[in-house]
């Protein structure tokens, strides 16, 4: 993580409700430059609403989203994308009418100054499968398939910081592997990533540093290194 020197992105005091519910409660963290994230925590513990939240999907109540120092919190989806935040959604959400390349072209925007710049030959060199596939309608595409689309189209954003929720989830362990192998990729390539992962291991595996959460806060924050040293907090908040 030689590259990592200062903080990208910023989150602090982020409260957000669904309806009368209150969801988070003051989550605080930061990204550095070059640095992967994992929120790590059980189902219901804020984790996929923290990322909705930063991305104004779920407007925050109350606390800053920064980044670059530029708060976004309270700003529209679509102002918070090209300022450059990248989201690539548990659901997918990709167009199932529309085809490959189409959904591609989508997500094609300048992105800001300074971050790294992607095309959709790159994309196809991560995922070849969709090359084959690139007139076939998204919606025949399979799980996977669809998870490698979305992640693509998210790139072709040029993101500073991309926010991936649960992108392994209901995948073939091959394609884990690979999805686990691109985050790496794109991460040596410039891109901070934040990620929620329930695969411990893949999670582990491409963090810097994880943040666990727990009744919508975060309760341990540290390496991976750090959270193997304490057992009792996977115990706590990690295990099933």
Not at 100 to 121: F, I, S, Y
Not at 190 to 218: D, F, N, W, Y
Request: proline residues 5%; hydrophobic residues 40%; negative net charge.
């Amino acid at each position: 993580m030689d590259n990592v020197n200062d903080t990208i992105l910023s989150v602090e005091g982020l409260h957000a409700h669904y309806g009368k519910s209150h969801i988070l409660h003051g989550v605080t963290f930061d990204v550095a430059r070059g640095e992967v994230v994992s929120l790590l925590g059980r189902n219901g513990s804020g984790r996929s609403t923290t990322m909705k939240s930063i991305m104004g999907l779920v407007p925050p109540s109350e606390g800053h989203v920064r980044l670059d120092g530029v708060d976004l919190a309270g700003q529209r989806s679509f102002a918070i994308c090209r300022r450059g935040i990248g989201y690539v959604p548990e659901e997918r959400e990709i167009f199932l009418n529309l085809s490959v390349d189409e959904n591609l072209e989508m997500g094609r925007q300048n992105g800001p100054e300074g971050a790294p710049k992607w095309d959709v030959d790159q994309m196809f060199t991560y995922f070849p499968r969709l090359k084959e596939r690139r007139n076939t309608r998204a919606g025949s595409l399979s799980g996977g398939e669809q998870q490698m689309l979305t992640m693509c189209r998210s790139l072709l954003g040029n993101p500073l910081v991309m926010l991936i929720d649960e992108p392994t989830e209901g995948l073939a362990p091959k394609i884990v592997t690979v999805v686990g192998e691109v985050i790496e990729d794109i991460n040596k390539h410039g891109v901070s990533v934040v990620l929620v992962e329930q695969k411990l291991t893949i999670a582990m595996q491409v963090s810097h540093r994880v943040c666990v959460m727990g009744h919508g806060q975060i309760v341990f924050e540290g390496t991976p290194e750090e959270l193997n040293a304490k057992p009792e907090i996977t115990d706590e908040w990690l295990a099933v």
